[in-house]
Structure formats: structure tokens, C-alpha cells
């Protein structure tokens, strides 16, 4: 079982910038990739970035350059910078762990923190 708690979301204007914070808790296995999603309103939930184990990481076209996720194993956080933020960047953020066991992929979720970019 594992717990993801996001924080760091909010009121921001555009062209600034936001840091997200997840912090996850329980057991997993140590080959575990974390990522950050959106869904803003009407919208289908979306990948914008993921952090291997290795450290190997993937970005959504729109916002690369912009976005950076980092994860720090040690404290069982995995972060998001959001710089140069637009008002298409809205959203509810969530943090998403997922890994093998058995030859099952397991899926956990955070309860998502709002950012909203203002014009």
C-alpha cells in the first residue's frame, strides 16, 4: 500500500512558476516510476512528466523546457517545477507511483492540488 499526498498547487500568473511536492509513504518496489497528470475541467486526465527509478525522464510536448521533475528517493518525494506557467497549464495536478509486483502493475494516486495560471 502506498500513500501519495500532493502539496505546493495555487494562484499563480502567467509566466510564473510553481513547485509541486509529493510526498509518498508505505511500501513499493524499489523499480517504481512516479508521474504527474492533469485533468483540467472537460478534459481527459494527461501525463505531463515521469521520473523512472533510474532517473530516466519524459515530458508532455507542452511543457517541455518548462517543466522539470526531479524525485529524491531518500525522502520518498518526487517534485514538479512548473516555470514560465501558461493559463492552458489549469488543472488539478496528481501524483501517480506505479510499478510491477507479482506481474501485476500496481497504480496509486494522490488526491490532486489545484493550479491555476491567471492571464
Known amino acids: 500500500q502506498v500513500q501519495l499526498v500532493e502539496s505546493g498547487g495555487g494562484l499563480v500568473q502567467a509566466g510564473g512558476s510553481l513547485k509541486l511536492a509529493c510526498a509518498a509513504s508505505?511500501?513499493?518496489?524499489?523499480?517504481?516510476?512516479f508521474g504527474w497528470y492533469r485533468q483540467a475541467p472537460g478534459k481527459q486526465r494527461e501525463l505531463v512528466a515521469a521520473?523512472?527509478?533510474?532517473?530516466?525522464?519524459d515530458y508532455a510536448d507542452s511543457v517541455k523546457g518548462r517543466f522539470t521533475i526531479s524525485r529524491d528517493n531518500a525522502k520518498k518525494m518526487v517534485y514538479l517545477q512548473m516555470n514560465s506557467l501558461k493559463p492552458e497549464d489549469t488543472a488539478v495536478y496528481y501524483c501517480?507511483?506505479?510499478?510491477?509486483?507479482?506481474?501485476?502493475?500496481?497504480?496509486?494516486w494522490g488526491q490532486g492540488t489545484q493550479v491555476t495560471v491567471s492571464s
Open positions: 501517480n507511483i506505479h510499478y510491477e509486483s507479482s506481474g501485476i502493475w500496481i497504480n496509486y
Open positions: 508505505g511500501s513499493s518496489s524499489n523499480s517504481n516510476a
Open positions: 521520473v523512472s527509478s533510474g532517473g530516466t525522464t
